[in-house]
């Protein structure tokens, strides 16, 4: 079929107006909205699902971290750290002894698990508290500027059709730079992303009927048969397939390559291969003495997804600056997560630790779309290479550089100025006022 135009005018119903509005209900989004109410600006946080907590809920990728350096310092607070503290106030966090020194390359010692439906309860509390307006099940389709305020009409899609809402400043963290780019902001991506994960849960078998050799001949048999493809598991050279999803309490290590996780079209291929990928690895496991009455007791409802697209920014952060420590002369706030790349073309990990003694840094330059005067990003599609991204880009960075984000919106809204006018000095004691660590 030839490409088609479709024109059409439909009456939209304005509904409110808002100083903010947040796109993204996840970690970061939730932190930036909960940052700018609490300063008394009056915000919306728009998010697709029904269930905020983004990847730690509907992902089920709820072991957040890094809070803490391997040696014990704390370098993240603020209200991400306060999320995690009334989570386990409520009995839905293990918070573990931080001052235990872990062995590089075991940095999941530090990652905290959280029951995800009391996080999200939390999530819902701290953000009605603040005043922000949840707008669940919606997504934007439209953003454009009103010539007689010069504030930006907000285009929403939700279940009872489309509404608009007029708003000052943006925040994009949607993760994707989704906003940004519908506002035509630059964006860059890499050719070749890092895989998502599709986190399931299996029981029913017995493990110490599964004979390892056996595992291992009968993986064998299966790969060269093509029923079974090698991201679909876990496979350090000393053990046979699957051996550590299984002894690992049923847990999963999969990898969902070549996606785009940036557009409905490309999460969907996200999800369907996703689910085929699980539904190889639980026709396999079933053919194992020992597995025969294996079951899929818990599937996340979202492939998570690690890498998508990032915003051009003021600033851009390297993967050498991250690793060195360097410190940005406007930096807001910390991150300590080793450079973590997956592999888009088979099940390994690249892992590189930061050397003791060195934290990386996030500059507020980095969440202002180059150009921008309206619009902030914050989370995993903030400015930086594909090395920096991926260690900047897991749930504590994201809920710092979010409180950033939020605060820096709060600011600008209250003074009337550009994102880019927010004067650094007093973003970082708006941030030390609301709890966050920031770089001297």
Excluded at 134 to 158: C, Q
């Amino acid at each position: 079929m030839d490409s088609q135009v479709l024109q059409y005018t439909a009456e939209i119903r304005m509904v409110d107006e808002y100083d903010i509005v947040v796109f993204g209900g996840g970690p970061t989004g939730c932190t930036a909205a909960i940052q700018a109410g609490r300063e008394g600006a009056r915000v919306a946080l728009v998010e697709k699902n029904g269930m905020l907590g983004g990847t730690t809920t509907v992902a089920s990728v709820n072991f957040p971290g890094l809070f803490h350096t391997r040696l014990g310092r704390q370098i993240i607070r603020g209200i991400g750290w306060e999320m995690i503290e009334e989570t386990e106030a409520r009995g839905g966090a293990r918070l573990q002894d931080f001052s235990i020194p872990y062995e590089p390359k075991q940095h999941p010692k530090h990652h905290i698990w959280l029951n995800r439906f009391i996080y999200a309860t939390v999530l819902d509390d701290f953000c009605l508290a603040a005043g922000v307006q949840l707008r669940l099940h919606e997504m934007p389709v439209d953003i454009r500027i009103d010539k007689e305020s010069g504030k930006h009409i907000v285009v929403l899609a939700g279940k009872s059709g489309l509404s608009a809402v007029r708003a000052g400043k943006l925040i994009d963290a949607t993760g994707d730079a989704n906003v940004a780019g519908m506002m035509g902001y630059a964006t860059e991506q890499e050719e070749h992303v890092q895989p998502g994960t599709l986190i399931y849960h299996m029981t029913g078998y017995e493990l110490g009927q599964v004979d390892k050799a056996e595992l291992r001949r009968l993986a064998g048999e299966a790969l060269a048969a093509g029923t079974l493809l090698g991201t679909d598991f876990c496979n350090p050279r000393e053990e046979p397939p699957f051996w550590r999803e299984l002894e690992g309490a049923g847990g999963n290590r999969n990898h969902i390559a070549g996606i785009d996780g940036s557009t409905s079209e490309g999460k969907t291929q996200a999800e369907l291969k996703g689910r085929a990928a699980l539904l190889r690895a639980y026709k396999f496991l079933r053919t194992v003495p020992g597995c025969e009455n294996l079951e899929i007791d818990y599937v996340a409802s979202e492939c998570g997804i690690r890498e998508t697209k990032r915003v051009v920014g003021e600033r851009r952060i390297s993967g050498l600056q991250y690793k060195t420590g360097f410190r940005w002369p406007d930096a807001v706030c910390y991150s300590y997560y080793p450079i973590d790349i997956h592999q888009h073309d088979n099940n390994s990990i690249d892992i590189r630790p930061l050397e003791d003694g060195i934290v990386a840094s996030v500059p507020y330059g980095a969440l202002i779309p180059q150009g921008s005067d309206h619009l902030l990003t914050a989370g995993r599609c903030i400015s930086g290479d594909s090395e920096a991204h991926s260690a900047y880009r897991v749930q504590a960075s994201s809920m710092a550089t979010g409180q950033a984000a939020g605060a820096a919106a709060a600011l600008a809204v209250r003074q009337g100025i550009s994102v880019r006018e927010v004067d650094i000095g007093e973003l970082r004691e708006m941030l030390v006022k609301h709890g966050a660590i920031v770089p001297d």
